[in-house]
């Protein structure tokens, strides 16, 4: 018999559970998103979600957790937990029942959320991401020398039972604001200004200068490159190079002009299809244009044509929206509400752009004001002089042509250019091209603009069919590069297609033998038959067959051109399903009802203030940015995979901001952030607040990070005084060591550059994607093959050894040297001092100055008994005065250029 004690102890522990359990059950309805939704997904999708669908039971959508499982039941009845099967087996005795079968047990608090959850109605309530944000009301709380965003901050460490930390030191401040908004450290003249000027708005002043200046746009380039998958070179084997920096260049001068997100993103996806696109509208597009093309022989066009569309979809999701789709390709979503059909919707908005994975990567644009405007001048003097106004008309018209102007690529396409067309026909052995239908005849002359290698044959063109009248044929002589021919066309009337094939019975069929462009042009021009006719109609073909700079963009396919976009079965091209027509995963905001359904839409699409993630995802990623870390960690996966947001309230407060209050101004809603009193303070930790939040989420203390790979490498050329400032252009080499480019097949080579551009800013190094910058991927770069949401940051030993060894560090190691000898003369106390000033933009403590001091007094003795050894760091052939202190100062500043608190923020 139980003790007395033990009844009544008995009793009380029952009184408490029950009081425990009815509290449970009396607090408001369970949250689907933040309790079911990670419970689901941590223990039941693996099995019963988008690809497995075990028993025939699926948690992924409502529909299919509520409907008859294999037994012909469903195993979830809203209302009745007692009579639901899947409540059943998650508390089953038989391990061969219970659910899960492969992992451990829910918890008991677990289990009796999801009972609840369908004693509740198994309401499926959707997840915080895909709600638009909403205006959000600012937590009543009291901030001194702080803004709205440090009310949020406040709020959430007094629920956490902390406080802010003090404000940072002003010189830490200065060199923190700098590196963020410029990627550079403060000048000179920067920090004597920021020193001198004791007003309560100093700091506000400097963020504003900081924000016009013109490194503002490289640095800000420089993440949105790693989306953009920019790059120098074109990818896989060969990896020949590519000419679309000037792509990177727009982007620079975007963020410098701040225009604003929303139109940054529809030029980007679709300034092609714009009302008259401007050229800066048309190099936008390059964004899709980053994408690897596959120019390897007995590669299929068609196949990487597909992957580039494809990645396309993946890239314009994850950069714009922060969700995962690339798996969606083969099947459902396993975790998100994104299903089969969706990713092929998507891809129809993407698959009618004319890039068709071609050697030549058409269409592009040819910018004829890089080798000067001064003959088509000339040309258009001669027509004002000689011509009739009608003929006057004509040919400024066909001037504009030869401005600026996108040249398309490969079989159907063409861009209409008033009475002249321009045309590019990519033309195999025995393989036909269509020239949509022209006016033909009498008056027209075609300028073939054309090259076939070393190979020659002749063009033979049909009119309306493969099999319709001959209507010419051409001689074409052999021609490794572009030759401009003029072939007069016999007369004829209407409009025709022109059917073209190439032959040559010395060639395997298929082979890639002709590339012909051609304009459309009046065969009367004005002045015909008049002295000086001949000399400039030459002048006109020789303008025609230059070689002007040009960038791949994109181009739409006219209407009569356009493909049928279908289902791949399990992800395979070759194994085409059902057509679909271009549309939006229906589990986010509508589609706009007056978009056009194309590239153009779908843009508007994103950039809807009722998209919910556009606006989040670009905060959040400006955020990670600045504190190293995102209210949403995972930048790249907004899905409910994705850590919830440690500030959910402030994220939707600075996303309606940002579109509503800022206009999409990403400058306005950087100053906000850096004017914080949150980003002000100071980031020393405790060993109770690492203890707490060791990434800094909470955000009780400033932040603390390691820079990238460029910020190192700018900062560090910066601060030795050789870094080039020069803005835009073509990429550039700097030193590289030897044998580390091996390109095959193309015999590129990478040629370092001596004339001031090897000092650079990082984000015109040269990128290649199967050979990137050695220093830039040690620290964490991107090859920039695909979209990189999020660098990771990593702490290795090469890193270490980068910094101490590679040629470019030790060379600003060198330089730096030099200035602390210049300007501290012949007291190395003094020499030393100075480097630090220079490197941290503040004094050097005593205590770091005795053990910089040390290593300077061993580094002299060194070099005083090995003159070679000095001569080999300084790479002087004579002997320079003082050579052994330059030497020991060179290792000083090594080290000073190595230190934590120089290579974090």
Known sequence: MRSTSTYRAALLVSVVIGIAVTACHSRKRTDFSAEVKPILNKHCISCHGGVKQSGGFSVLFREEALGNTKSGKPAILPGHPERSEFIRR????????????KGEPLTAAEVDILTRWVK??????????????????????????????????????????????????????????????????????????????????????????????PHYGERWAAMWLDLARYSDTKGYERDASRNI??????????????????SFTIVQLAGDLLPHPTNAQLIATGFNRNTMSNDEGGTQDEEFRTAAVMDRVSTTMEVWQGITIGCVQCHSHP???????????????????????????HPKLRLYDSIGLAEVSRISEWVQQHGNTAQVADVQQFMKVLEPKVHAHDCDNYINGALY??????????????????????????????????????????????????????ALAPASDRTVIAIPLPASTGKHDLYLKFRNTSLKPDDPVCMVEWFAFRDDLPGKGQPGYDA??????????????????????????????????????????????????????????????????????????????????????LWEQIFGIGIVETVEDFGTQGFLPSHPALLDWLAYQYMHEYRWSTKKLLR???????????????PALQEKDPANRLLARGPHFRLTSEEIRDQ???????????????????????????SVWSGEYWKTAQDGNQYRRAIYVFQKRTSPYPSMITFDGSSREVCLQRRIRTNTPLQALVTLNDPVYVETARALAQNMQRNGRNDAAACIRWGYHAAMSKSLPDNKLAILQRLYGQALQQYKKSPDDAKKLLQCKETPPQMAELAALTVVANAIMNLDEFLTI
């Not at 000037?246 to 929303?262: E, G, K, L, S, T």
């Not at 033909?440 to 054309?450: C, D, R, V």
């Not at 906000?672 to 405790?686: F, M």
Request: glycine share 6%; charged share 20%; net charge negative.
């Open 90 to 101: 998650l508390t089953c005795k038989d391990p061969k029942e219970r659910m899960p079968q």
């Open 421 to 474: 067309d321009t045309k590019y026909l990519g033309v195999r052995h025995n393989g036909s091209c269509r020239l949509p239908a022209q006016a033909i005849g009498g008056k027209t002359q075609l300028l073939m603009n054309y090259w076939t290698g070393n190979k020659g044959g002749a063009l033979e063109c049909r009119l309306d069919s493969l099999n319709g009248p001959l209507y010419f044929t051409q």
């Open 335 to 361: 975790y998100d509400p994104f299903r089969f059909e969706d990713y092929y919707k998507l891809l129809a908005f993407m698959n009618n752009t004319r890039d068709e994975d071609t050697h030549m990567e």
């Open 716 to 742: 560090a050329l910066a601060v030795s005084g050789l870094l080039n400032r020069n803005m835009h252009g073509r990429a550039v080499m700097p030193y590289q060591p030897e044998g580390i480019w091996q």
């Open 245 to 262: 920096w000037r792509y990177r260049d727009w982007v620079i001068d975007a963020f410098n002009q701040d225009m604003p997100y929303d």
């Open 672 to 686: 906000e952030i850096v004017l914080s009193s949150t980003y002000q303070q100071d980031a020393t930790t405790t």
């Open 536 to 621: 400039v109609n030459a002048q006109l073909l020789a303008l025609v067959n230059t070689h002007p700079e040009d960038v791949p963009v994109m181009i739409e396919n006219p209407p009569v051109m356009q493909r049928a976009t279908h289902i791949f079965e399990r992800g395979n091209w070759m194994v085409p399903g059902k057509a679909v027509t271009p549309d939006v995963p229906h589990s986010l905001n509508p589609f706009p009802a007056k978009a056009p359904r194309n590239r153009l839409g779908l843009a508007e699409w994103i950039t809807d203030p009722a998209n919910p993630l556009t606006a989040r995802v670009m905060v959040n990623r």
């Open 120 to 213: 509740e109605g198994a309401e499926w309530g959707e997840h915080w991401a895909y709600v638009a944000p909403k205006a959000v009301p600012v937590p009543d709380i009291k901030v001194e020398n702080g803004n709205d965003i440090d009310r949020f901050i406040i709020e959430k460490l007094q629920q956490e039972g902390l406080k802010p930390s003090k404000p940072a030191d002003p010189m830490t401040l200065l060199r923190r604001v700098s590196l963020d908004l410029t990627g550079l450290p403060p000048t000179p003249a920067m920090v004597t200004a920021f020193t001198a000027d004791h007003s309560p708005a100093a700091y506000r002043r400097l963020v504003d200068s900081l924000l016009q200046s």
